[in-house]
């Protein structure tokens, strides 16, 4: 049992209790200790792969690849564009303030980081379910785009914070300023304010206008998404956004802003001229194969002609717009000068749209367009263009094709039925001459596509490139030559070294005479009397051939004139039908809209003869030979083998013989046929006659 001693020494004992108030100094040191200690460990963990800032001037980039046109005019710049940093006094005081408008009202009172702005964007992002807005300062972008990848992650966050803190301590404002507006991407190859105003203005950045600088400023959310020549109405709306901004912040006047919406932006004619951006795609395949892997900023002067492909632009856009409601929803051009030099090329209706380049890249079915091929391999067999022959009802093998009249003339010169593109002549002139011999020549003149031997390949059921067309038309433009298409001359360093040149060669004959006089004369006749009529022009030397695919699915024009050619196809990427659009209506619109504002600039001759004729021919005489072809029956008398005969312009011995001589031509009478468009050709591949041979070359 306890004394009373030992209970009041107990109490006596006892620690006075402590006051709220030293309760809570005494936590809050050990919450402050603990505190320190977190943040200690959680930078130093967090700094572990910081970046060097030693690196903060330093460039890292891909070599930048100029493109010229033929007359050094620029077409585009692909890689790293850079230009001389921008000296921000330089600037007029509405353009830093456009970007510290839209970007970072509190740029001047913030320590690298907005605790309010951050705040603010949690709240705007958790009301919308989602990220609408962001907290990142001007400070925080420039230390991501010094240092950081765009990687989205706490570490990479906590980084930034730290960089931009780091850059707060180690430069001015101004100095940030700076360095944000020299060193982010606009877009379009373009890193920084001078690169961009040279991009998209062709000025420099002390030039701009409250506008342009708007526009600027407004690309930064998204370069590609807010483009000024790929997303127009989208970059003005932006740009008004700007321009709201800075007039709340007292940047610029009500007055300042109302002239800034109102005054048009003129965006650099070389960005606007989107469609170039194929030719420049076609080119980006080869330059590497040329030179290697680039390891300095290269010059390429190409042969195409800014000039002209303007105005194949503005043809192809104002038919495309026009024939809409027929269907009619991509096209592609190729022209081609005498040599195989690219004058123009479009690969479809829009470049922003679809990057896929129509012009090179598409096979599709050339209908009627082909047709040349046969005739070039049957005036080499001996035909001429007075040569008769018969539109009748025709079989081979198990096929039976049609003219688009469901008639037969009867009847008529070659030269006709070339003209009107009859479709059972072709035919028969493919089987008698062999369609090997047509797939020699179309070889020979540049199509390197497979060609198969079934007899509809003489209608055209053969898969090409409009770039194919337009090579192989030429050596009817330039006096025979075979030629290989091509678009760039020269590269080169900025500094003059010359890296590539072309090697400069005359190119071999194809074809000779008196083949390459019939051939033109004949389809100078498709334009003077046949279906390509509508693509006619004045006082000009033209020829050509229009081109139709079963059911409408594919249209063609290629024409040329001396030293000229160019080749237009019009269809869908989905290989559908369009409403009645043939080789002589859309294609060929297209064609004459371009080619007649393109000779005047061209100032193209005649189309040249080619090569001398062998001694002692003498031009036919089209009424008495004629008559002479013409057999006791009326019927056509057919040509001999000419290289039987000696004729040093025959395909030798085994390409001028038919492909299969157990296949007589046949002649029953005419079978009732669904209506087909002019240069039909059937739809698909058709039945091909047995034979041992691979059928395509």
Excluded: C
């Amino acid at each position: 049992m306890a004394g009373p001693g030992f209970g009041g020494g107990q109490q006596g004992g006892d620690k006075p209790a402590r006051t709220p108030l030293q309760k809570a100094l005494y936590w809050g040191a050990v919450l402050a200790v603990w505190g320190l200690i977190f943040l200690v460990v959680f930078f130093a963990v967090f700094a572990r792969g910081l970046p060097d800032t030693s690196t903060l001037y330093n460039v890292d980039r891909q070599p930048s690849i100029t493109y010229l046109d033929r007359n050094g005019a620029l077409i585009a710049t692909r890689g790293t564009q850079m230009a001389p940093p921008a000296d921000l006094d330089s600037l007029p005081d509405y353009v830093p303030a456009a970007f510290i408008a839209i970007e970072d009202r509190r740029f001047y009172h913030h320590p690298g980081f907005d605790p309010i702005g951050m705040m603010r964007a949690m709240a705007t992002n958790m009301r919308a379910g989602r990220v609408v807005q962001g907290g990142s300062t001007l400070t925080q972008q420039l230390a991501k785009n010094l240092f950081l990848t765009p990687d989205q992650n706490l570490r990479r966050k906590v980084q930034e914070l730290m960089l931009a803190v780091w850059l707060e301590m180690k430069f001015s404002k101004k100095e940030i300023l700076a360095l944000y507006l020299n060193r982010v991407y606009f877009g379009a190859g373009a890193y920084g304010i001078e690169a961009a105003s040279q991009r998209y203005f062709d000025k420099s950045a002390k030039d701009l206008t409250v506008g342009e600088a708007a526009l600027l400023a407004g690309l930064l959310k998204a370069p590609s998404r807010y483009s000024p020549v790929s997303e127009s109405e989208r970059a003005a709306n932006r740009a008004t956004v700007v321009l709201n901004e800075m007039e709340e912040a007292g940047v610029i006047t009500a007055a300042q802003r109302e002239q800034a919406v109102t005054q048009p932006i003129i965006v650099s004619r070389t960005l606007a001229t989107q469609h170039a951006q194929y030719f420049i795609d076609w080119l980006d395949q080869s330059i590497r194969g040329l030179v290697g892997e680039p390891t300095e900023d290269l010059v390429v002067e190409t042969t195409l002609d800014l000039t002209l492909q303007t105005a194949a632009e503005r043809s192809v856009r104002r038919i495309l717009d026009r024939d809409e409601g027929k269907g009619v929803q991509q096209a592609a051009l190729v022209a081609l000068d005498g040599d195989g030099r690219v004058r123009a090329m479009i690969g479809g209706g829009s470049y922003a749209d679809s990057q896929f380049n129509r012009a090179v890249e598409a096979r599709r079915q050339a209908g009627s367009a082909f047709k040349p091929f046969v005739y070039l391999a049957a005036v080499e067999a001996g035909y001429t263009p007075q040569t008769p022959v018969v539109d009748q009802p025709v079989t081979i093998g198990n096929w039976s094709p049609k003219n688009y009249s469901n008639t037969f003339a009867g009847p008529m010169p070659l030269s006709q039925a070339v003209a009107q593109s009859i479709n059972t002549v072709a035919a028969s002139v493919a089987d008698q001459i062999g369609r090997d011999s047509v797939a020699r020549a179309a070889r020979r003149l540049g199509i390197e596509s497979r060609i198969g031997l079934e007899p509809a390949m003489a209608l055209g059921a053969v898969e090409v490139s409009p770039l194919e067309m337009a090579t192989a038309y030429d050596a009817f433009a330039n006096g025979g030559r075979r030629v290989e298409a091509y678009g760039i001359s020269r590269i080169r360093t900025p500094q003059g070294r010359v890296i590539y040149q072309r090697a400069s060669g005359q190119s071999g004959q194809a074809i000779n005479n008196p083949p390459l006089y019939y051939m033109n004369q004949m389809l100078r006749g498709v334009m003077t009397s046949g279906t390509g009529r509508s693509a006619a022009i004045a006082g000009r030397d033209l020829a050509g051939k229009t081109g139709t695919t079963s059911d409408y699915k594919d249209a063609w024009f290629v024409g040329y004139t001396g030293g000229f050619v160019t080749a237009v196809w019009v269809g869908k990427d989905d290989n559908t039908a369009m409403r009645g659009v043939t080789g002589g209506s859309s294609p060929a619109a297209i064609w004459k809209g371009f080619m007649e504002a393109a000779l005047p600039r061209l100032n193209a001759p005649r189309i040249p003869d080619g090569p001398a004729m062998p001694e002692g021919w003498v031009a036919p005489d089209p009424i008495g030979d004629l008559m002479s072809g013409i057999g006791e029956d009326g019927l056509p008398i057919q040509p001999t083998d000419p290289a039987a005969e000696g004729d040093p312009y025959a395909e030798p011995p085994e390409a001028a013989a038919p492909s299969d001589p157990k296949q007589p031509l046949d002649r029953p009478k005419a079978q009732p046929a669904p209506r087909d468009p002019p240069d039909q050709q059937p739809e698909g591949r058709q039945p091909a006659e047995k034979r041992s041979d691979p059928l395509f070359f």
